[in-house]
């Protein structure tokens, strides 16, 4: 098991190295000034020359490349040339907004997907089980940013339950103003979540429900209860860790749709920002590190299987 | 354990709970539903042309937001462009970012991941690792960086996404491939002297077609999601023109006065979202027998 | 190293004296899209206590559902049972869920055909055990344990207390199952019902796994159903031997006098469609020609008349019922023309004549 997960481990810092040369690359490669975002468009030539050499911008690209991965693994990213702040304190400041985000909305997804799965592959195409395999299936046709222009203008314009774009108060000023404003968003990150976990964990019992060890589980005698929480479950839930896996790992920079929409400073908003500003530091910082998240989340998760499924680990 | 099933139980296999029935004659009516409304918004999208809509650019600005109406089915936006003609209109950005895009991905992804599958060894291991590092990369992140230095016209837009949803496409395509890769139809007509195109064309692929087509679809609809979330950066197709995620967009900002604006566009993006998953998914419960076994 | 079960209901005298089951015209019927399947058609039987019952049959004949339906571990709905079965005085047919759980691992046990599937592959042998043992017994965890391991033991299973700790996927298929026979033993059930136990394993392993079975039996004083298509399983393990064939038992007698003067020429093609080790080596396996009826839509007459050489007119529309044997009233056999009645020939089978 430990020779499993170390081979993961080496190929997950393999995959890093490639990531920050390929971010690197491509945030360089691009066409696209940071001097016209810092002088103005108008400035001149010459002007830009010089700053070009003050940010170091005219090096060789791979001198540049290595310049900055050593910097980045004495845990320098760097400062942005733009904002002027670091981009270490950047995500300082963002990072946890998101984290909230997630953490929020990943315990309503599935605190509302794994008991309504369960409940659903009880009775299939009961009652119960068509409404909800109906509902999320609409809900899967219901990209975010309709439903945030909708929610705004119905909890927020008509009914005034939530307060509306542009209102987030941190934490740490004032916890139940945050919270206030962060419930909207992460209701609408977590009916994307929902759909998929609900899904897969549905398809996943029923079909486990099927097997033989769940009739040998009823000949002993077991309650029904017993069956599905401690023998129907633990075979079922491998898809719905994959797709939790990869949608958490989606959310860290994908809600930025929700964030820019509500105006709430996560990291999807700060990144998306840099980029428009051609802000070169910032972009390859927050993105790496977004990466960097992904890649570990992903190592959790391969963690987790071998839990879930002992027979795994034995590859 | 309580079910409901009507699965036959052979007398010699009896599991647990049984299966859940498919209601293959309900779901028929949606489905057909479904295909026809896909096929209906292509050919209003082709043909807007020609059936004498008003001009989804330039407005009547005597008609500003104004509510539906005989004249305006679906009313008129804030400078007076009547939506009718717009979601028309734009259902062409959505047809062509969202199946051109992904018509992108299966020919890149589908014919590497297919040829990785079949041929193994060091090009499967090297491109299999290729994807792998893409994959890892926040590919929104990659896009909207692109889209946003190299320019947003739909055909950069399209080509861009299409790109990106290559590595995905891959590892799809060559999980398919790779289930039929080893049987022994392949090696029948390796052994009957079959050029590795021949294979390619001629058995692999039929096999692996069905499996291609419906993740195509629900493609399809995560690219037009996609070209709505651009929208909302601005860095969709650029003003005038059309495209459901700008109206969208747009709507944000008139929402009190002109809700109008907002439901027209999304009812028109969630209709076409609908069937697309709905015909992905119809197709993809038909022919994954073999795959959901792992 | 019986485990004490806190059963609330000590059976009666009386019904310790009498039959342990008791099955009177068990008709069990599934609504399948086609038509109604009746895969069990008016079966009786009775078994006593520390008996053993060999059910024989094909594949379709219905022997696995006779089984599950005398446990009552059919699923419930499209189900329809009809008749009784009385086992220990308790009705199972439509009795409450309730009810059944209380019977099942505590009083009936049964053994599944596949080891590889009928043990949760992610749970542990341990659990697997000891959950029955929990539930139907006052043990706590770690007398629970101590008897996992310690039937784990019985059951030929070496060094136990270092297996129970394992996953199904981590032993070999004879061990699986001698695993599942550990479970079903574990709070020692009065019935056990034993459905292919050793179809799916090693030749070598069967003799073992049923060898097994016998010996536990014995020292247990339990009844025994093993159901099975082959006959040279049950030919020396079992008191009574019972033949089914399209969903009804075509033959019933003890084992001794089934196989000394059998009555069906169904029984009699069975026996020779079975392979022997003795047989010289390419001998033609025989099998019996033609296919089981559809059991949706079961023909007039004698259910095996299509593949019967022996059959007349009066076969083909009449259906047989189950007589006694005049000289063995414990022998039951269903036939217009049963063997003892001096028939030449045989039922054609695809090596020839006999």
Redesign the interface.
Known sequence: MAKFLLKRLLALVGILFLVSLGIFMLVHLLPGDPTTTILGPNDTAHNRAVLMQQLGLNKPIWTQYFLWLGNVLHGNLGQSFITHQTVTSTLANAFPIDLELIVISQIVALGVAIPLAIASAKKPNGLLDRVSTTTSFAMLALPPFIIIVFAVLIFSIHFHVFPGPGSYVPFTQNPISNLHTMILPSLVLAIGSVVIYFRLLRGDLITTLQEEFIVMARSKGLSNRYIMWRHALRPSSLSLLAAAGLNIGGLVAGAFVVEFLLAIPGLGYALVNSIQQVDYLAVQGITLFVAVVVVVLNFIIDFLFTIVDPRIARE | MSSTTDAAPTSESLAGTPAAPKEKSALGKIFWISIIWIGLVFLLAIVASWIGLDDPNNGNFALINSSPSWSHPFGTDDLGRDILSRVIYGARVSLIVGFGAMAIGMGLGGTLGMIAAYRRGAVDTLVSAASYVMLAFPALVAVIAIVAFWGHDIWKITIIVGIASTPLVYRVVRAATLSYATREFVTAAKAQGATDTRILTRELLPNVLPTIISYFLIGVATVIILEGALAFLGLSVPAPTASWGNMINESRTYLSDNPWLALFPSMAMFLFLIALNLVGDVLRQSFDVQESKL | MSTEQSTTDFPTTEELSGPLLTVKDLRTT?????GD?T?VDGVSLELGRGETLGIVGE????K??LS?SI?G??????TTQTGSILFEGTEIVGAEDAV???????KI??V?Q?PM???????RIQRQIT??LR??TSMDKAEAKATAISLLGQVGIPSPAERVRA?P?QLSGGMRQRV?IA?ALACSPRLLLADEPTTGLDVTVQAQILDLLSSLQAERHMAVILVTHDLGVVATRTDRIAVMYAGHIVEMASTKRLFASMAMPYTQALLRSTPRISDPSHTRLTAIDGRPPD?INPPTGCAFAPRCTYATDQCRTEAPPLRTAPEDPTHLFACWNPLQTGHAGSVTTSKGEN
């Open positions: 599934f609504s399948t899209p086609r399947l895969a594949s379709g004949s219905g696995t559902v599950r446990m571990l059919l699923p419930r709905s499209k059944l759980r209380d019977i099942w691992g505590a046990a049964m599944f596949d599937t009928s043990l949760n592959p992610v749970v959950e029955s539930l139907h996953y996927f599942t479970i059991l």
